[in-house]
């Protein structure tokens, strides 16, 4: 493998399973929301979720926790929120065993379409090292991961030798790659290497690197 100088990491299904993220939207904020208002859970769900469909995914404010807080006025704060979910925070093993050596040899940064709130809620209930975090949605005010994102987020790196790792076969595989970067598939369930540019885990990764 060609020299790389920084290790790009992709978040959920990649480091993390959507569990978290899906209790902190589906049950944790419609739960509070029930007992704020004083209302069924079930009432609660189903005008949450029609509201966050009111908005859509192509709208950044779809991903962004504090938006919701506030337009359902909801005196909860995000901090203990985030604290509920954690019970369904679920970390790959293959992670587990893999980062350790991944963030000791290189530098290491995230790139997620994910809330930052996320990504640091994990980081520091695993107290995993990381030295930059970039969300799209919190701190470049796009919802995707687009070519133009990676090229942003390579000049901020000053333009070092970027190997990037996603399971989205554009966000995380394409995309990098139109950007000037590197980028590797991730693939848990991969059984044709494709040239090797397809690996099924962390641990494959730090065979090719380390």
Same mark, same amino acid.
Do not use: C
């Given at each position: 493998?060609?020299?790389?100088?920084?290790?790009?990491?992709?978040?959920?299904?990649?480091?993390?399973?959507?569990?978290?993220?899906?209790?902190?939207?589906?049950?944790?904020?419609?739960?509070? $929301?029930?007992?704020?208002?004083?209302?069924?859970?079930?009432?609660?769900?189903?005008?949450?979720?029609?509201?966050?469909?009111?908005?859509?995914?192509?709208?950044?404010?779809?991903?962004?926790?504090?938006?919701?807080?506030?337009?359902?006025?909801?005196?909860?704060?995000?901090?203990?929120?985030?604290?509920?979910?954690?019970?369904?925070?679920?970390?790959?093993?293959?992670?587990?065993?893999?980062?350790?050596?991944?963030?000791?040899?290189?530098?290491?940064?995230?790139?997620?379409?994910?809330?930052?709130?996320?990504?640091?809620?994990?980081?520091?209930?695993?107290?995993?090292?990381?030295?930059?975090?970039?969300?799209?949605?919190?701190?470049?005010?796009?919802?995707?991961?687009?070519?133009?994102?990676?090229?942003?987020?390579?000049?901020?790196?000053?333009?070092?030798?970027?190997? $990037?790792?996603?399971?989205?076969?554009?966000?995380?595989?394409?995309?990098?790659?139109?950007?000037?970067?590197?980028?590797?598939?991730?693939?848990?369930?991969?059984?044709?290497?494709?040239?090797?540019?397809?690996?099924?885990?962390?641990?494959?990764?730090?065979?090719?690197?380390?």
């Amino acid at each position: 493998m060609e020299e790389v100088d920084v290790i790009s990491l992709d978040f959920a299904g990649t480091l993390v399973t959507m569990d978290m993220i899906d209790y902190f939207w589906n049950e944790a904020i419609p739960r509070h $929301h029930a007992k704020e208002k004083g209302i069924s859970l079930e009432e609660a769900k189903e005008f949450v979720l029609s509201e966050y469909d009111k908005i859509g995914m192509k709208d950044l404010r779809w991903y962004l926790p504090r938006y919701w807080l506030d337009r359902f006025k909801l005196k909860v704060s995000i901090e203990e929120l985030l604290k509920e979910s954690l019970r369904y925070l679920k970390v790959f093993e293959d992670v587990r065993k893999a980062l350790p050596k991944i963030t000791s040899k290189f530098t290491t940064i995230i790139v997620s379409n994910a809330s930052r709130e996320f990504i640091e809620t994990f980081l520091e209930h695993e107290k995993i090292r990381i030295d930059k975090v970039f969300s799209t949605v919190t701190d470049l005010g796009v919802i995707s991961k687009t070519p133009e994102v990676y090229k942003k987020i390579g000049k901020e790196m000053d333009n070092r030798k970027i190997l $990037h790792i996603g399971d989205d076969f554009v966000q995380d595989f394409i995309n990098p790659r139109v950007a000037g970067w590197r980028s590797l598939l991730l693939n848990r369930e991969a059984t044709d290497r494709k040239g090797g540019d397809v690996i099924s885990s962390l641990e494959e990764l730090v065979a090719q690197i380390i």
